[in-house]
């Protein structure tokens, strides 16, 4: 069990929830703030890292399991579904069989051990759009053979989903898995379907001015200019990209270009002393960076949501997380496939 520590107000656990649910490679508690919000009783998380744990404890009160690798699955309690965001390491498909003993050495195994333990009624794994074609689609196959016929479960073709669709202004392409247990008997599934109304990054934008920490020094814009200019002289659309308030946003992704991709145009500030070291001053262009909150927004955490940590913990915490608001819609269709079950 997650250990207790100092009681949190902002997402209470449904204790007399209406299904119960284990939430792994647990990171910030997106997926658990998406499935508490389907009036489920989360009976266990596990997180290794620990900038991400006290955000989690901040939120949620309890501090998640360490490293799921030493972690014996039969200590975990049952539960009803398991949700994983499990990381995409390196699959090696040396094996001849391509299953459940090929995967060990990689975090999935990890999930496929507990699943294989606890039986869960159904599950919901979500990893990078990338896993789809990684290795020319051996890891995917790879996946789909361990959790289809050495655990028998129920997998319908996994989905791409983008957040975009599902009213987060982000462009956020993230592939969905989801089974069930063969005995409930379930032979389909519907992926959710998306929302016709789009939003805009005005819909998560700050509502008061920032400080001078978020806005780019010239010295810093210049540099970013020329760079883009020279990608741009070979044909290269790589470099740092201006989101207008009425347009969505790019992936927020962690390191790289991830925040220069985002940068907006925010003309309120009017004091430009800088608050952190920077070459040259603060630049009169009104160009910034989004701010972790505004980052938080974008993956559809609520404003309850507290940020216990730095502003560089934050951003990589926000860019690792789930789309909240599309794992929901994914989460009901489960929900409804079980519960139509019942009624059988």
Same mark, same amino acid.
């Given at each position: 069990?997650a ?50 744990q006290? !955000?989690?404890?901040?939120n949620?009160?309890?501090i998640?399991e360490?490293?799921? !690798? ?17 990381p ?28 294989k ?12 759009k990338?896993?789809k ?8 196959? !790879?996946?789909?053979?361990?959790l ?8 319908p ?9 599902f ?15 063969k ?7 519907t992926?959710?379907? !998306?929302?016709?109304e ?11 001015p ?6 780019l020094?010239?010295t ?8 883009k ?26 390191g790289?270009?991830?925040?220069e ?13 800088p608050e952190?070291?920077?070459?040259g ?30 502003n ?29 079950n019942?009624?059988?």
């Amino acid at each position: 069990m997650a250990k207790e520590a100092h009681k949190s107000n902002s997402f209470d656990n449904k204790k007399d929830g209406k299904f119960t649910f284990i939430d792994l490679f647990a990171g910030i508690g997106g997926m658990r703030i998406a499935f508490q919000n389907l009036k489920g009783n989360c009976v266990f998380s596990s997180e290794w890292d620990k900038f991400s744990q006290k !955000t989690y404890q901040a939120n949620f009160g309890e501090i998640p399991e360490g490293d799921i !690798t030493k972690i014996d699955a039969k200590n975990i309690p049952s539960h009803d579904v398991l949700v994983a965001g499990f990381p995409c390491q390196a699959f090696s498909i040396a094996g001849r069989r391509a299953g459940f003993e090929d995967t060990r050495g990689t975090l999935f195994f990890d999930v496929a051990r507990i699943i294989k333990e606890k039986q869960p009624k159904a599950f919901l794994l979500e990893n990078v759009k990338g896993l789809k074609n990684h290795k020319g689609g051996k890891t995917l196959n !790879t996946i789909l053979n361990v959790l289809r016929n050495d655990l028998g479960y129920y997998v319908p073709e996994p989905q791409i989903l983008n957040a975009l669709n599902f009213g987060l202004p982000q462009n956020r392409e993230r592939i969905v898995i989801v089974g069930f247990r063969k005995d409930l008997k379930i032979n389909e599934f519907t992926y959710p379907a !998306t929302l016709n109304e789009h939003k805009v990054f005005a819909d998560v934008k700050e509502t008061k001015p920032v400080t001078a920490r978020y806005y780019l020094s010239t010295t810093y814009l210049k540099c970013l200019k020329q760079h883009k200019k020279r990608h741009a002289s070979k044909g290269n659309g790589f470099g740092y990209e201006i989101i207008p308030d009425n347009k969505h946003t790019n992936a927020i992704v962690v390191g790289g270009m991830g925040k220069e991709r985002n940068l907006i145009i925010d003309p309120r500030l009017k004091d430009f002393t800088p608050e952190t070291k920077i070459q040259g001053k603060v630049n009169r262009e009104g160009i910034r960076r989004m701010t972790p909150r505004e980052w938080a927004r974008l993956q559809g955490f609520p404003e309850k949501f507290q940020i216990p940590v730095s502003n560089a913990q934050a951003y990589k915490q926000f860019g690792n997380s789930v789309p909240i608001n599309m794992v929901e819609a994914v989460g009901n269709e489960i929900l409804r496939h079980l519960n139509d079950n019942k009624r059988q």
